[in-house]
């Protein structure tokens, strides 16, 4: 089974700095996505950023970015000049391709990111 | 694109009543809508999968006479807590994915239901 692991349960960062969060995951498949949400204080998830395995490009939305090792099983999402809107609940989350059916999302445990003005 | 809504936002009822929460697609067709259970400071736990016209497929653990779930349309799905108990309460949170957003591989959130069982 595809297991999730978040290591960071509490993260903090000054306004304007950058901050990377960690993920990693563990999987037998050679074909999968990877997807960061964020949940802020009003607990709507929101995607932050998703990443093909099969693409070798790291996935990049502005101020977000993505460093995918695939032979290491890792995700980190790098935040750059970090804002107060960024402080949320950031859940890293795992899932098969579509022809393996309707896959479930994996969850992992989340990290907390507070910014600091 | 790809926005979801949930209704209620918030409910509270009295215990052996029962709570029906829908879940809408506002912009695209979900061919597939996922009903998540969220405990304080902890992460999502997926309740159930349902595809539009097809029983749902609940996670091990889910009683399926307690949450049921209906998927009649690519727009919609509710989830019926049947005769809710204080244990129930909890925030709900439904997602959808279809194929004509994300290659329907990504799963868009609604703002999720606060339940409280008094």
């Known amino acids: 089974a595809q297991t999730v692991t978040q290591s960071q349960p509490e993260m903090s960062v000054q306004e304007a700095e950058t901050v990377t969060l960690s993920c990693t995951y563990d999987?037998?498949?050679?074909?999968?996505?990877l997807f960061w949400y964020k949940q802020p204080p009003s607990r709507q998830m929101i995607l932050v950023i998703r990443?093909?395995?099969?693409?070798?490009q790291n996935a990049t939305e502005n101020r977000f970015s993505v460093n995918f090792q695939k032979a290491a099983k890792s995700f980190s999402l790098k935040i750059s000049d970090s804002q107060l809107g960024d402080a949320a609940m950031y859940f890293c989350?795992?899932?098969?391709?579509?022809?393996?059916?309707?896959?479930?999302?994996?969850f992992g445990t989340g990290t907390r990111l507070t910014i600091i003005p | 694109g790809a926005v979801v809504s949930q209704h209620p936002s918030w409910v509270i009822c009295k215990s052996g009543t029962s709570v029906k929460i829908e879940c809408r697609s506002l912009?695209?067709?979900?061919?597939?809508m996922f009903w998540y259970r969220q405990f304080p400071k902890q992460s999502l736990m997926l309740m159930a999968t349902?595809?539009?016209?097809?029983?749902?497929?609940?996670e091990q653990g889910v009683e399926k006479d307690k949450f049921l779930i209906n998927h009649a349309s690519l727009t919609l799905s509710t989830l019926t807590v049947t005769s809710a108990h204080p244990e129930d309460s909890s925030f709900y949170i439904c997602?959808?994915?279809?194929?004509?957003?994300?290659?329907?591989?990504?799963?868009?959130f609604g703002p999720g239901t606060r339940l409280l069982v008094l």
């Open positions: 997602s959808a994915s279809g194929t004509s957003v994300g290659g329907g591989e990504t799963q868009y």
């Open positions: 999987t037998s498949e050679s074909d999968y996505y």
């Open positions: 990443q093909e395995a099969y693409k070798q």
């Open positions: 989350a795992y899932r098969r391709p579509l022809n393996f059916g309707n896959e479930k999302l994996t």
């Open positions: 912009d695209f067709q979900a061919t597939t």
């Open positions: 349902s595809n539009e016209g097809s029983k749902a497929t609940y």
